[in-house]
């Protein structure tokens, strides 16, 4: 069975809407502020991470680091 996929950079821009709505203040009861509270966190998690993605390719440290590294900084934001 086929997949449907999302290109990586909109998952930021979704979570990005939400949270602008959000400092907005346009939020409507809180199903809306709970789903704008995981975005922040996602967004959180995907800086930290990303930042630390581009410090490791600038270094190499890339081709040493264990391939799960990564998620696993991910994780320790999200996964909470």
Not at 16 to 39: H, N
Not at 43 to 48: C, K, N, P, V, Y
Request: glycine residues 8%; charged residues 25%.
């Amino acid at each position: 069975m086929a997949g449907i996929g999302w290109l990586a950079p909109v998952l930021p821009q979704i979570c990005d809407v939400w949270l602008k709505a959000r400092d907005a203040e346009a939020l409507r009861g809180i199903a809306q502020a709970t789903i704008a509270a995981k975005a922040d966190i996602l967004m959180r998690g995907l800086a930290h991470t990303g930042i630390i993605a581009l410090v490791d390719e600038a270094t190499g440290y890339k081709d040493v680091r264990d391939r799960r590294a990564l998620q696993q900084i991910l994780d320790s934001y999200v996964g909470k």
